[in-house]
């Protein structure tokens, strides 16, 4: 993106370079969108100090001084396209001598086009930063509150931390003491014109369109310009609708799905470019005010494209201005109440997009003088019936009503070159036989239309085109027959369905191997998938790592099958990425039976409420193939009868990505897995939570496959990526990482001989970035081992510390690791009746200081035992401690006179 402060800062990086004498020399040449070679060369040699003599030397001789001579950066600021540095004379890849190479550029793929390896991004300031730029540049004038108020803090926040918005508006606000000159400028900023680059920054919108002008494609164009008509973090896929019905994307025959390709692609290729930015997912985008502002004008100008930034008086109501115009979209359509009343027609308008947010009557005419219109979105719409003018849109070919009242949809029928048709959340009762005219249909969205319930025979197999179907969230009564029709959807390519009665399902009903697909199959399999697990009896199960995730465009299957003759059906879902597995009856022993390839591409898992199952998979039936290896989230519930996660020694690439394990009431599981290295087996795995498991003795056993890798010596079992670590009601639980004879080599050191209990937590097994430790009722008498290091690092994250109803805990911490905990916030210790101190005594002389730097909240609930904080001299400061409970901790005498808040 433009003025988002690039040349400033590699500026500041060779000021720095050369001021602490890292470079000898450090050059910069602006390249600009019209890059001249000569220019390049003439500049740099300039600054180097350099002559040329000759036309055909220049090359070479600039090669060899910055070869050859001394360090020097070279900063090659503001590219827009690919340069040949060869030709330039500039040293790169591996042969650059003491030469070093900055490059900044607009986008990204510019940078990768030149060999670019280590680059990064710039993103806008942050509101502290840019509230700091903006007072640098403002002036004292920013600090008169008792004059203007919150006007500068207003401003500042308005140019979105867009540098050269910041400078530019601060600096001309630098001497102005009035209120009136402020909220002019917030004006400006709030509502710039949308038919020219005007006032105070009219140069840097000017700056800022050359990335648009400058987009290779008219495709990257006209998609940008789409975008900045919506919303920001708006979907992809609403985008698509959108961008099919105008034919923007080049290229013949795109079947959907290549199509939905293409522009990903080009989505991806505008965020490169800093002209879009990322959404709140993977599937969403939005974009800067600033760029939205600059690309409608640019809209306004080159395509009459009206929106609610242009002028009631001077623009809606010019008649000649709006039959030249080719899109309208507005955020609320009650605006334009009174411009239809007038009787205007649009014989140009191919784009409209809408939504009614008030009440607002639909005139039977409304969309008469509309008949160019491509694209019709109107969200919201609050009528009983649709407008008899909506069959005058011949020509349409996206037409999205979504979170409509009506509910008869008989007159849609009447638009044969529709294309895309959404319905998502409308009131309709039935999809009704006009509908199969609709021939030239590729895509319909029926999701969440919670009344459909009845779909006429014989329409859904007219739509013969059709190569998406959303179906997922009705109270569709299906029949066999209805379902037939859609296993003779030959172009079906997606699929979203609910189907409650797994009885009625056709033989060879998913023969056809879908691209993207939602299904769900057997009675409340719909309920799967979210926040919360219910069993059989009542029992639940909160789903820690529902949030971290992202469903929503994976390729999904639910299932609850009473059906024993659906298991070689599935396996056309060999390629799903989301399976929540309740009841399946006919499973026996283990899930291999489903997918003969382990689930090659599956990345979250779920079973529950299932008491065929003994293991999730078996590694011996799935050889040559590795177990889950994309498999990032694992949660089980209420397995009676499971025994093994995985049964055999998993190749190293199975469960390679695993980040999340969330395991309860698994009665018969002794521990997670066993791995001759579970760090090195499991490098991505942040969060675990196993709960009610009452055989489980480990969460990981150590385990190999021969017997030289038994006698291997491990100094360290590192979980590098651990992050959240929760243990509850374990009433057999050991140990976190099982010693197998030999495994750790200090086993029977003179140390563990003297110290018969054996801690928990192993000194081999370090958790460097563990931030969340919860320990509840289970029997270990210590947590930690008392050898480890006083420097350890193995807890140097941990923020939040609960340790509940641990009966057997006679102590929290040992001495010798109590400065490890320097991070700690939360501390809460409760329910354990056998604790008498919080940290245990070792042999020291003197007084013994403990200092918790960052606790703010300490808890110290039922520990009748508890007498003191330390046995010995000693005293503990808590300096940021806000908020402390004790409570029934009768023998306590923890805060004596030594302890300092």
């Not at 004008?297 to 242009?310: G, P, S």
């Not at 609850?560 to 399946?584: M, P, R």
């Not at 409570?887 to 030594?898: R, Y």
């Amino acid at each position: 993106m433009g003025g988002i402060g690039k040349t400033t800062l590699v500026k500041e990086v060779g000021h720095q370079a050369k001021k602490n004498q890292i470079l000898d020399e450090v050059v910069l040449v602006e390249v600009s969108d019209k890059p001249d070679t000569k220019k390049i060369q003439d500049e740099l040699a300039q600054q180097l100090g350099l002559e040329f003599k000759k036309e055909a030397e220049r090359a070479s001789k600039l090669y060899a001084r910055l070869k050859n001579d001394k360090k020097v950066l070279v900063i090659l600021d503001n590219i827009w396209e690919q340069l040949d540095l060869e030709a330039l004379g500039i040293p790169c890849g591996d042969d650059f001598g003491g030469c070093k190479l900055l490059l900044t550029a607009r986008d990204l793929n510019v940078l990768w086009s030149m060999d670019s390896k280590n680059n990064f991004s710039m993103g806008v300031l942050k509101e502290e930063e840019a509230w700091s730029l903006f007072k640098k540049m403002a002036g004292d004038v920013v600090d008169q509150t008792n004059k203007l108020n919150f006007l500068p803090n207003d401003v500042c926040n308005e140019c979105r931390g867009l540098p050269i918005v910041i400078t530019t508006i601060a600096r001309a606000l630098r001497n102005m003491r009035h209120q009136f000159q402020w909220k002019d400028a917030l004006r400006e900023l709030r509502k710039p014109s949308p038919t020219k680059f005007a006032g105070l920054l009219e140069k840097e919108y000017t700056k800022i369109a050359l990335s648009y002008n400058y987009l290779k494609r008219d495709e990257l164009k006209k998609t940008l310009l789409i975008c900045s008509l919506m919303v920001n973090d708006t979907t992809i896929s609403y985008l698509f609708k959108l961008i099919m019905g105008l034919n923007i994307l080049e290229g013949a025959n795109f079947t959907l799905e290549e199509a939905r390709n293409k522009l990903e692609s080009l989505v991806c290729e505008l965020k490169d470019s800093c002209l879009l930015l990322d959404g709140s997912t993977s599937e969403r985008f939005s974009m800067h005010d600033v760029i939205r502002s600059v690309v409608i004008t640019i809209a306004y100008k080159d395509h009459h494209i009206f929106t609610e930034r242009n002028d009631m008086v001077m623009e809606w109501l010019d008649k000649e201005q709006l039959k030249k115009c080719t899109k309208i979209s507005l955020v609320d359509c009650n605006m334009i109440s009174e411009i239809w009343s007038q009787g205007l027609n649009y014989p140009k308008l191919e784009f409209f997009c809408t939504r009614m947010k008030s009440s607002f009557e639909i005139p039977e005419d409304f969309f008469a003088g509309m008949g160019n219109l491509k694209v019709l979105s109107f969200f919201d719409l609050k009528v009983l019936s649709l407008p008899t003018s909506l069959a005058f849109l011949i020509n349409l070919q996206t037409l999205c009503l979504n979170y409509g009242t009506f509910s008869d949809i008989t007159i849609i029928g009447e638009l044969r070159k529709l294309k895309i048709l959404c319905l998502r959340g409308c009131m309709i009762q039935q999809l009704t036989g006009e509908i199969s005219k609709l021939t030239q249909l590729k895509l319909l969205d029926l999701s969440y239309c919670f009344k459909l319930e009845v779909i006429v025979p014989n329409v859904i197999s007219s739509l013969f085109r059709l190569e998406e179907l959303y179906m997922r969230g009705c109270s569709i009564s299906w029949k066999l027959e209805i379902l037939e029709e859609l296993k003779h959807l030959s172009q079906l390519t997606t699929l979203e369905i609910d189907i409650s009665d797994d009885q009625i399902l056709p033989k060879d009903f998913f023969s056809k191997r879908l691209e993207r697909y939602y299904i769900s199959i057997g009675n409340r399999a719909t309920e799967f998938g979210g926040s919360c697990i219910n069993g059989d009896h009542g029992e639940s199960m909160g789903v820690e790592s529902w949030f971290l995730n992202e469903p929503a465009t994976l390729r999904t299957v639910k299932l609850n099958l009473n059906s024993i003759t659906w298991h070689e059906e599935l396996q056309c879902f060999s390629n799903v990425e989301f399976l929540c597995l309740d009841k399946l009856q006919g499973i026996k022993n283990d899930l291999s039976e489903l997918d003969k390839k382990c689930f090659s591409q599956l990345k979250y898992i779920r079973v529950h409420n299932n008491p065929n199952i003994l293991c999730i998979v078996d590694s011996t039936k799935c050889i040559p193939h590795d177990v889950f290896p994309l498999l990032q989230s694992l949660i089980f519930f209420n397995l009676i009868n499971l025994e093994k996660i995985c049964y055999g020694l998993p190749s190293t690439k199975s469960f390679y990505y695993l980040k999340f394990i969330e395991v309860k009431s698994c009665d018969k599981l002794e521990n997670i897995f066993s791995f001759s290295n579970a760090s090195r087996s499991l490098p991505q795995l942040q969060r675990i939570r196993v709960e009610d498991c009452k055989n489980l003795t480990e969460i990981f056993a150590f385990e190999s496959k021969n017997r030289a890798s038994k006698n291997e010596v491990i100094d360290k079992i590192e979980f590098c990526q651990l992050r959240f670590l929760t243990l509850i009601n374990l009433p057999k639980i050991a140990s976190f990482y099982s010693d197998a004879n030999t495994f750790f080599n200090d086993i029977n050191s003179e140390d563990e001989k003297i110290d018969t209990v054996m801690p928990f937590f192993n000194k081999k097994v370090v958790f460097p970035s563990l931030e969340a430790l919860n320990l509840g009722a289970f029997n270990s008498e210590k947590i930690w081992s008392n050898k480890l290091p006083t420097t350890s690092c193995c807890y140097q994250n941990l923020k939040r510390l609960i340790v509940d109803s641990c009966q057997k805990l006679k102590f929290v911490f040992p001495l010798s690791i109590i400065k490890s905990f320097e991070q700690l916030q939360h501390l809460e210790i409760n329910y354990c009746k056998e604790l008498k101190k919080i940290v245990a005594k070792e042999e020291t002389e003197g007084t013994t200081t403990f200092i918790f730097p960052r606790v703010a909240f300490l808890k110290l609930n039922e520990l009748p035992k508890l007498a003191t904080f330390y046995h010995g001299k000693h005293n503990s400061n808590w300096p940021m401690l806000k908020e402390l409970e004790v409570c029934n901790c009768d023998k306590q005498d923890i805060f004596t006179s030594e302890y300092k808040v």
